[in-house]
Structures are given as C-alpha cells and as structure tokens.
C-alpha cells in the first residue's frame, strides 16, 4: 500500500527545491523535473503544494501520468493508518442501467453492446475476449504507441508477447489446432472462436489508434496467411503457420505493384517455370510489413494475361534476389510498408501455394475477410475520434464555455456518431452472414454489401478524423500530446481508404455485384 500524506503536509512542498502536486489524488514529488518540464517550470511551481489536477488534464494526455510522472509519485492523498470505508454494504443502483456496462462509459466511445445495450451477437465467451485483449492493448500497447510511431518499428518484445497473448491466431480465420502455440485471449477453444470473437480482437486492438501499430501486428499476418491455411500444402503450412502464430517469422501479402494497384488481373511479376523451379522477375509495391517479413505470399504471373494467368508463390527472405526498402509513406510508419525488388529468384515447385493459374481465385477468397478487417480496424478508428473530441470537448474552453456547450461542437459529434454506429450495425449483420451463410456463396452474396461497407467505413474514418481535428485545433496539428491519436490517425486515413480496393472501385463493385446478384434472386428492376 502506498505512503498517505493529508492535504496539509501537501502545501509546505511548495518550492523549487522541495515540490509536490496532487494529481487524480496521487501525489508527486516533482522537484527534480521542474527543469525537465515541456511546459515550463514556472507553471509548475505555481501549481506546488496543490492539487494540480484540473490544469493537468486541461494540458495532458493521460498517457504522461502513466509514462513520466510514475517516477516521481511518492503516495497518495489520505490518513496514514486509516481504516478503509468498508463499501460493501453501499448498494449503488443506477436506475437508468439495463445491463452490464463496460468500459468507461464515454457516449459511443466503445459499441452500444459495451454500454448496457442488448446484443444478440454477444456471449460470455465474447466478453472474456474482450477482457483480455482490452486489458492486453491498455498494458502493453497504449502507453507506446507514440514512441513506436515516431521510431517506426514495432520492438520484437511486442510482437512476442502479442503472439503469447493468443492475438495472431485469432485473427487469420480458421487454423487446424495444431498449428495454434497459445491459447486463444480468453481461453476460448479454436473451434468456437467465431466472427464476433474475431471482430472483439481487431476492435479492441485498434483502440490504441494507430494503424501502424495494428498492422505492425497483424497486418501482414492477416492476409499474407491466410491463402497458405486454405490452400497451402501440407508442406508448406508445416514450414510457415506455426512459426508465424508464435511471432517467431513474419510474413506478409504481396499483390499490389508500381504499375496497378486494384487492378489485380494486369499484375506483370513473372514467374517463368524452369523445370524444377520458378524463376520471378518484378516488383512489389506498398506491401505491409515487407520491410522485415520473413515469407512473402507474392502473387506472380505464370499464365495468360488477364485473370487466369495468376499464381500464389511462397518466397522467403533467404532467397537470394529479393530486396526490400521501407517506404516514405504519410502514416503507418511502424508498419514497414515496403518496396520490393524480386530479381531472378529462384522459387522451389513445392513453393507454389495450392495450383498454378488459380491464384485469382484465391486472391478474391482472401479479399472479404480483408475487406472485413479494414472495416472492424476504419471503425474502430473513427470511433476513437469521436471518444477524443467528446472528452477534449468536456474540458477545454473557449469564448467562456466548454467545447461541448457549443451547439457547433454538438453538431459535429452527432454527424460523426452516427455515422460510426450506422457502420458497426451493418458491420454485425455482415459479420452474422458470414457465420450463418453457406460458405460457397458468400464471395458471391456477401462481396457486394462488404465492398460497400468497406467504402462507407473509410469515408466514415476520413469523416471523423476531420472532423475530430478541427476540434483539436492545433493540437491535431502537432505529433504527441493531447491531440497524439487525432493527428496520427487523419495521417492514416489513406491507408485504409486505398488498399483492399480503393473506395471508387468498392462503390462501383458493390453496385455492379449485387445488382448481379439481385437479378439471379429474380429481382423486378
Ligand atoms: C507530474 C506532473 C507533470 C508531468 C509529468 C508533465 C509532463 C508534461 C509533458 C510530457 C508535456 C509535453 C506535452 C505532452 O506530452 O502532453 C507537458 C506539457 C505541458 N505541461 Fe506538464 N506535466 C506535469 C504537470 C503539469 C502541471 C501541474 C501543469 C500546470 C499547472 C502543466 C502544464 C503544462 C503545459 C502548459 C504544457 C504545454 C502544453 C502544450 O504544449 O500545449 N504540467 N507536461
């Protein structure tokens, strides 16, 4: 139990070589960081000896208490050797709760269903994953993820311990058991982890607010896998899953090139067969995690030009005549988003991942849970924006009152929140067809409603982020701070709204497919 000072003992610390605050009823000895302090040490002095609590928030994230100020906490407000109030017997019932309520209860700062709504798509078994990776993300992740922005690089420690926690392999589908190293967040068996837990995992990861974190993680994982788990022989799932479920190797998806990005069938990297073995000449670009993955899932050339002409190889980095070079992107950045070079590389027959000329298909059987997965991730983004400003909004001030009392402030919120809740609702239900609909038709039923749900996610990130920056004001426009998640994520918004499909290809896809779809159903158009 940690030392307890009363308020008065607080007020003789009050110069600068002997300096005390209170902050959120902790107190700290802040004599040796006035010289240190970014904000000057004359404010800090002033604040001596007082609780200090107001002016911290107005100033801080909350990230600083648990970063810096941890060194210098010396106790905290109360009376040494007080008995504890024993609350057992104080029964607080909240009249307008219907359910259980988790979370810190911001208006639409996590999903309805965490707030005491009703869910059909929710269980005990959900709520344990949710625990664990809420808990997982706030421990090891929030109080880094500036740092590991700006050093663009995620530490290997991280990566490790994501894979300990049982976060890899649950987000690449379905994977045999005896693949899986860790047991799955919450203890859940891996036959009834389903899309819902799925969703959990990337949601609450993606509360950290940095896309580059999330796809530090799992962003090459997520889709660079997956078509050696469907597809893959036996071989090549023995060389690749394990090591990559246990953060041992990474791996990562290798479609897009310099020339053309969503038009996946005028892909040019060329794989000429030589007997033996394939021979890949091309270039690879803006590929996730390819600046330090260990396999690339490369999409090559080994037919005809057009759709049926293209193949899935497995290519590893000791293969001599691949070079990879991290790119300058705008956001991202530990991300290793890379350029890569793939000269005269000889790739084993046994390389090839499932058969030649059939890698379209599997390209496109890989693109809805992708496609799913930005929108969980885009969401989950936005979300976040709409938690910052409604807290920022609830203590900065400005021409006499707070943000929030401002009918322009309210007004950006609600156009911000339901966009938000509009995406997740259509979210669930796509994620409840996946579970329920024949897995055979679902490219075909579920391609079209997903492709816009995709676009209609980033539109709905790229809404936030603005808008959630014009409520920060200048703290969006400088990295770190209060404003740290606002500024980073409006730098990333492009990265969610390009790759996967470009909005402009989903909007039309999504059209075009379920019209196709519609006119099979016998639709009257
Ligand atoms: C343990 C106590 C404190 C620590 C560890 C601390 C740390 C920091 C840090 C790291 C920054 C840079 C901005 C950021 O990362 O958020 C900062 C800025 C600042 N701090 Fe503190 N601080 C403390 C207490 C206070 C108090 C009590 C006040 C006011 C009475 C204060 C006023 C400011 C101001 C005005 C800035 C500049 C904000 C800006 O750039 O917009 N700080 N502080």
Known sequence: MSKKYTIEEVTKHQQADDCWIIVHDKIYDISS?????PGGKKVLLKAGGTDATRQFDAFHSPAVLQNIAAKYLIGEVGVENQEEADTDDVVDVNPL?????????????DPMWYQDWFSPYYNDSHRKVRQCVREFV??????????????KQLPAEIIEKAAKAGIFASVVGHVDAEYVPYELPGGVPIADFDAFHHIIVADELSRCGSGGVTWGLIGGLGIGLPPILHFGSKYLKDKVVRDCLAGKKSICLAITEPSGGSDVAGLQTEAKDMGDHYLVNGEKKWITNGTFADFFTVAVRTGEPGFNGISFLLLERSMPGIKTTQMKCSGVWPSG???????????PKENLIGSENKGFKYIMHNFNSERMGIVIQANRFARVCVEESLKYAHKRKTFGKRLIDHPVIRNKLAHMIRQVEATHAWMESLAYQTIHMP???????????????KAQSTQTFEYCAREAAQIFGGLAYSRGGQGEKVERLYREVRAFAIPGGSEEIMLDLGVRQSVKVGA??????
Do not use: S
């Open 337 to 347: 988003t890379a350029y890569i070079t793939l000269e005269d590389v000889k790739v």
């Open 439 to 453: 897995a055979e038709i679902q490219a075909v039923r579920l391609g079209g409603p997903i492709a816009l749900c």
């Open 520 to 525: 099979f159903m016998g639709a009257k158009m």
């Open 138 to 151: 706030e421990r090891e992740i929030m109080p880094n993820t500036h740092e590991w922005d700006e050093a």
């Open 97 to 109: 709760q219907v359910g259980e309520a988790y979370g810190d209860m911001v208006p639409f700062g």
């Open 33 to 37: 960081f006035l010289n240190e302090h």
